[in-house]
């Protein structure tokens, strides 16, 4: 392990990194202590972390080699010259890094980071609905699994979701949009399409940002006036309609950075705020969130077990005839993404 002086050292960094802001000077210098072994092996074993922006503080701020939503990540990991790719994250996000780097190991170092979107559908049950919209394209959320990603025609994040159901909507009357029904509603307000008729939605949720209620957001643009409520669009459509601005992870952190305002409020996972205050000292944060308790399994202490000598369901593996289904799903996303249209 680590000497006292390199330790004292690391956590010197990790608090110019921002977690002065979040904790305690004793809960700094153990966190030292893990991230020096963890980036002393991430050399040896040549190998890269993905931290979605969900994760702990001290993971963000102490071993990330790349940070941002799910999209950002999937392009990192896409891009990473590493023989090893650990994912900070939940399962179907390490999924897709192993779709798309098939030649890489890919590490989870909570197993059983989970996620109610991925979880509300199975393959079984896109086909069936496959089956019920003959000829209509399934655009399907990236929080699903691999072999739902399978049956899909591309896949979107809440980054890019709006633009490529536009594209899409100019060569088909009818999309099947999976699996997040809030989403939908919200995407169908956006794009003035109807729900149900033209955008067939599924029913699942998220188990944080179904929560919100507008009778919150309401009773904080009171507390907080001039403050500017930001929320996702996972979130119930009547939240968003109370809310200033609705995007992705990614975007409200650009919209924090580009606005002024008395406050902030991130309504979505608690770790968006964290890292927004690291990222954005000087500017004021109204706690309104919530917790995802899979986002939360990682720890340093996992990480650096897995880095050391991963265990059973630690190795994430994808069957190759689904992960080359799945790749192209995802491949058309980062087409029509990044296209002019």
Not at 53 to 74: H, K, N
């Amino acid at each position: 392990m680590p000497g006292r002086h390199a330790v004292e050292a690391e956590a010197r960094r990790l608090e110019k990194a921002g977690l002065k802001l979040l904790c305690a000077a004793q809960d700094i210098r153990a966190a030292a202590a893990l991230t020096l072994e963890i980036n002393r092996l991430k050399k040896l074993r040549n190998a890269v972390l993905a931290v979605h922006v969900y994760q702990r503080p001290e993971l963000l701020a102490g071993v990330a080699d790349f940070t941002g939503d799910s999209y950002q990540l999937a392009k990192d990991c896409q891009s990473a010259k590493a023989d090893t790719i650990v994912f900070c994250g939940v399962r179907f996000m390490a999924e897709t890094a192993k779709i798309l780097n098939p030649e890489k190991r890919v590490l989870l170092p909570a197993p059983d980071a989970g996620c109610s979107l991925s979880d509300s559908i199975t393959v079984a049950q896109v086909r069936a609905l496959k089956k019920k919209h003959p000829g209509a394209p399934v655009v399907t959320y990236i929080n699903t699994t691999a072999e739902v990603k399978a049956e899909s025609d591309c896949i979107v994040t809440s980054a890019n979701a709006a633009k490529i159901l536009r594209v899409l909507f100019k060569k088909h009357k009818k999309i099947i949009f999976l699996p997040d029904r809030l989403m939908a509603a919200n995407l169908a307000a956006e794009l003035g399409v109807k729900l149900g008729k033209d955008l067939i939605p599924w029913n699942g949720a998220c188990e944080v940002h179904e929560r919100f209620s507008p009778a919150v957001a309401a009773h904080y643009r009171k507390a907080y006036p001039g403050a500017k409520i930001l929320t996702h669009p996972e979130a119930r459509p009547e939240f968003v309609a109370q809310a200033d601005y609705s995007g992705g992870t990614s975007a409200m952190l650009d919209y924090v950075r580009t606005h002024k305002a008395p406050a902030y409020l991130l309504v979505t996972e608690c770790g968006l705020g964290e890292l927004a205050r690291m990222r954005f000292p000087g500017k004021n944060f109204v706690p309104l969130c919530r917790i995802c308790s899979h986002m939360k399994l990682t720890a340093l202490e996992n990480v650096l077990q897995a880095l050391k000598k991963p265990q059973a369901g630690q190795t994430v593996e994808v069957d190759a005839k689904t992960a080359v289904k799945a790749a192209a799903a995802v491949r058309k996303m980062f087409e029509i993404a990044e296209s002019g249209e």
